[in-house]
């Protein structure tokens, strides 16, 4: 079991002003961060932003035209073989033999890999949760049993650094509720860092501890998810007997903006201490007030917000 408290303290996975150049465009633009263990990391961007592309430099899948990245001290550049040993991912969607059964399937990969026994190959098996299954061949799973057994091939060889592109493509709820679980055990109680790309915002909410954002191949910013959305304006969401008339009441008379959720409800982005405001204004205004609720703000609420409304890749 990797020790929690060494690996907090040195990075997982470092990027150093790290560029990506295609035909003389910038696709990636000095990306600087670091990722450490112990962590569910989420990397999000709106189309085109440049995350996969990212993911790929980081798996040395594609070159970086200047710069860095550095896994558990280990240079891509330099320690290719070093650097990559300690990483599992799936980019994109898991490749598999379909006529071999699963656990042929995990025996091919660990052949590739020194050092990996069958003891060890049951233990992923398990914690994918394919026992039953294990034994059929790959064509009669189902895309989430097909996921899950990326996973367990990507854990393999105890890597350090485990790397998710789009790992919740065709789980159902209790699937995606399973694996969420799956990663918060295995960065807390092994000390894995785990890099996560999704677009099911909602999902990565929960599943993250930290989320970092790029645009136009340029990083907004690094921070907590619960840091990341007490920022930004608050929403509120009252209920009224005319929504259309009471956001024209706010709009004329306030300059604020609302949004007709349904014929009874509207929403404003303002803050907690301008409700009395709004209250008051519509009041004096005759419309019939029954409730005021703050809305908790969703990280897709503030990915839209600093991304200009791009949605996610």
């Given at each position: 079991?990797?020790?929690?408290?060494?690996?907090?303290?040195?990075?997982?996975?470092?990027?150093?002003?790290?560029?990506?150049?295609?035909?003389?465009?910038?696709?990636?633009?000095?990306?600087?961060?670091?990722?450490?263990?112990?962590?569910?990391?989420?990397?999000?961007?709106?189309?085109?932003?440049?995350?996969?592309?990212?993911?790929?430099?980081?798996?040395?899948?594609?070159?970086?035209?200047?710069?860095?990245i550095f896994i558990q001290g280990h240079s891509i550049k330099g320690e290719f073989k070093k650097a990559i040993r300690q990483v599992g991912a799936i980019v994109e969607n898991p490749e598999m033999y379909k006529f071999l059964t699963g656990y042929q399937n995990l025996i091919h990969y660990a052949r590739m890999i020194p050092g990996i026994s069958k003891a060890r190959i049951q233990e992923v098996i398990e914690l994918v949760e394919l026992q039953d299954r294990i034994h059929?061949?790959?064509?009669?799973?189902?895309?989430?049993?097909?996921?899950?057994?990326?996973?367990?091939?990507?854990?393999?060889?105890?890597?350090?650094?485990?790397?998710?592109?789009?790992?919740?493509?065709?789980?159902?709820?209790?699937?995606?509720?399973?694996?969420?679980?799956?990663?918060?055990?295995?960065?807390?109680?092994?000390?894995?860092?785990?890099?996560?790309?999704?677009?099911?915002?909602?999902?990565?909410?929960?599943?993250?501890?930290?989320?970092?954002?790029?645009?136009?191949?340029?990083?907004?910013?690094?921070?907590?998810?619960?840091?990341?959305?007490?920022?930004?304006?608050?929403?509120?969401?009252?209920?009224?007997?005319?929504?259309?008339?009471?956001?024209?009441?706010?709009?004329?008379?306030?300059?604020?903006?609302?949004?007709?959720?349904?014929?009874?409800?509207?929403?404003?982005?303002?803050?907690?201490?301008?409700?009395?405001?709004?209250?008051?204004?519509?009041?004096?205004?005759?419309?019939?007030?029954?409730?005021?609720?703050?809305?908790?703000?969703?990280?897709?609420?503030?990915?839209?917000?600093?991304?200009?409304?791009?949605?996610?890749?």
């Amino acid at each position: 079991m990797i020790n929690n408290a060494e690996t907090a303290n040195k990075p997982a996975v470092e990027l150093e002003h790290v560029s990506k150049k295609i035909g003389g465009k910038t696709i990636i633009d000095d990306l600087s961060f670091k990722i450490y263990g112990g962590e569910v990391f989420g990397f999000l961007g709106p189309n085109g932003a440049g995350k996969t592309t990212t993911i790929r430099m980081i798996v040395g899948l594609m070159r970086m035209t200047n710069g860095n990245i550095f896994i558990q001290g280990h240079s891509i550049k330099g320690e290719f073989k070093k650097a990559i040993r300690q990483v599992g991912a799936i980019v994109e969607n898991p490749e598999m033999y379909k006529f071999l059964t699963g656990y042929q399937n995990l025996i091919h990969y660990a052949r590739m890999i020194p050092g990996i026994s069958k003891a060890r190959i049951q233990e992923v098996i398990e914690l994918v949760e394919l026992q039953d299954r294990i034994h059929e061949k790959v064509k009669r799973y189902s895309l989430g049993m097909r996921q899950r057994l990326g996973v367990a091939q990507a854990l393999l060889h105890q890597p350090s650094v485990l790397i998710l592109d789009e790992p919740t493509n065709g789980l159902d709820p209790q699937g995606i509720h399973d694996l969420r679980n799956y990663l918060h055990n295995l960065s807390r109680e092994e000390g894995v860092a785990v890099i996560v790309s999704s677009h099911l915002l909602s999902e990565m909410q929960l599943m993250c501890d930290r989320i970092g954002i790029i645009q136009k191949g340029k990083l907004i910013g690094v921070e907590t998810v619960s840091d990341f959305l007490e920022k930004g304006a608050s929403k509120v969401r009252i209920t009224v007997d005319e929504g259309r008339i009471a956001a024209q009441v706010v709009k004329q008379k306030l300059s604020i903006d609302a949004d007709v959720i349904d014929e009874t409800t509207i929403e404003l982005p303002i803050d907690h201490e301008k409700i009395p405001v709004i209250v008051d204004t519509l009041v004096v205004s005759k419309i019939k007030i029954y409730s005021v609720v703050s809305v908790a703000k969703s990280l897709e609420d503030r990915f839209l917000e600093v991304t200009g409304g791009k949605s996610v890749e």
